[in-house]
């Protein structure tokens, strides 16, 4: 006489998920994007005074609708009163509605938060430090002669002549970058596969020069020189350092950013304004953002103001 089994049920799916709504937030992310949102949600963490993220946003969910958002207009008028950027506010909220958002889809709460963000004049200055500040950074990496030169100056190539975001050059492998094709493969901000981007002369030779000495391993493209991290790929707030000595050196702000913008606004000068082709070179998915880059390179107000002036 054979002996039932008894088996016990595999959990739904959903309710695995309800349960960690936050991974399922993070999952599928680049690790620079989670690496982002886990900064963002630690700030809220820290406010709520919980002991991790998730706790934090488990918290927020348990509560009524009405009190969700009270604490969610309360952390941002706490963050405006402590002097934070709007930009820095509103991409905090932003992290907290879409991982309640995702809550909602797979049913922990029943509704969304609707506190808004602060209202701000984004792209106020979409004109970097100019070609000018790029070159005078660049001709001071080249004057080292070193590795280090070498790898700043191929990451300032790449951040000006291709307009590259910061983590589009540091998430770049020694296998994403094609000598005879003179380019380079990228994962672009919002993209979920690569595409090539090609590469003028000089930020081909600048790179290859940095590969004579970095070694044609495999591995990240771009590698830290420091004793303590060598070899290890290039974080983020390293290359906002080297960007932001740089130009202290010569006198003036820069930011990696800084230098796409300037990319972008030297493509507007350079081709009278023809902002469907740089559309092509800066990858904006919107071209509605380039004709903010287009206007404060032409200053038309200004021009106009200028025709009508008393």
């Given at each position: 006489?054979?002996?039932?089994?008894?088996?016990?049920?595999?959990?739904?799916?959903?309710?695995?998920?309800?349960?960690?709504?936050?991974?399922?937030?993070?999952?599928?992310?680049?690790?620079?994007?989670?690496?982002?949102?886990?900064?963002?949600?630690?700030?809220?963490?820290?406010?709520?005074?919980?002991?991790?993220?998730?706790?934090?946003?488990?918290?927020?969910?348990?509560?009524?609708?009405?009190?969700?958002?009270?604490?969610?207009?309360?952390?941002?008028?706490?963050?405006?009163?402590?002097?934070?950027?709007?930009?820095?506010v509103?991409?905090?909220?932003?992290?907290?509605?879409?991982?309640?958002?995702?809550?909602?889809?797979?049913?922990?709460?029943?509704?969304?938060?609707?506190?808004?963000?602060?209202?701000?004049?984004?792209?106020?200055?979409?004109?970097?430090?100019?070609?000018?500040?790029?070159?005078?950074?660049?001709?001071?990496?080249?004057?080292?002669?070193?590795?280090?030169g070498a790898?700043?100056?191929?990451?300032?190539?790449?951040?000006?002549?291709?307009?590259?975001?910061?983590?589009?050059?540091?998430?770049?492998?020694?296998?994403?970058?094609?000598?005879?094709?003179?380019?380079?493969?990228?994962?672009?901000?919002?993209?979920?596969?690569?595409?090539?981007?090609?590469?003028?002369?000089?930020?081909?030779?600048?790179?290859?020069?940095?590969?004579?000495?970095?070694?044609?391993?495999?591995?990240?493209?771009?590698?830290?020189?420091?004793?303590?991290t060598?070899?290890h790929?290039?974080?983020?707030?390293?290359?906002?350092?080297?960007?932001?000595?740089?130009?202290?050196?010569?006198?003036?702000?820069?930011?990696?950013?800084?230098?796409?913008?300037?990319?972008?606004?030297?493509?507007?000068e350079?081709?009278?304004?023809?902002?469907?082709?740089?559309?092509?070179?800066?990858?904006?998915?919107?071209?509605?953002?380039?004709?903010?880059?287009?206007?404060n390179?032409?200053d038309?107000?200004?021009?106009?103001?200028?025709?009508?002036?008393?």
């Open positions: 006489m054979s002996t039932a089994i008894e088996i016990a049920p595999i959990a739904p799916l959903a309710v695995v998920a309800r349960q960690s709504f936050v991974e399922a937030f993070l999952s599928g992310r680049s690790a620079a994007t989670v690496a982002a949102y886990r900064q963002d949600l630690g700030a809220f963490a820290s406010f709520a005074k919980a002991e991790s993220i998730e706790a934090a946003c488990a918290w927020l969910v348990s509560l009524p609708h009405g009190d969700a958002n009270a604490i969610a207009l309360y952390w941002r008028n706490a963050m405006i009163e402590s002097g934070l950027s709007p930009a820095t509103n991409r905090r909220l932003a992290a907290l509605r879409s991982v309640v958002k995702v809550a909602r889809t797979i049913g922990v709460v029943s509704w969304s938060l609707e506190v808004e963000g602060v209202k701000s004049a984004k792209y106020r200055d979409t004109r970097g430090c100019g070609r000018e500040g790029v070159v005078a950074m660049l001709a001071r990496v080249e004057a080292r002669g070193d590795a280090k790898r700043d100056a191929a990451m300032l190539h790449l951040l000006f002549s291709c307009a590259l975001r910061r983590n589009e050059v540091l998430s770049l492998d020694v296998v994403h970058f094609d000598a005879k094709r003179s380019a380079v493969s990228i994962k672009g901000k919002g993209r979920t596969e690569r595409e090539w981007v090609t590469l003028p002369s000089s930020a081909k030779v600048a790179v290859e020069a940095w590969l004579s000495l970095r070694g044609a391993d495999e591995g990240p493209l771009f590698v830290s020189l420091d004793p303590a060598r070899g790929r290039l974080s983020a707030p390293a290359l906002y350092k080297i960007v932001r000595v740089l130009g202290a050196a010569e006198g003036f702000d820069a930011r990696p950013h800084g230098l796409r913008h300037a990319a972008i606004t030297e493509a507007l350079k081709t009278n304004g023809n902002v469907r082709a740089v559309q092509r070179f800066s990858r904006h998915r919107d071209v509605n953002v380039l004709t903010k880059y287009d206007d390179r032409s038309l107000g200004g021009q106009i103001a200028a025709l009508v002036a008393l």
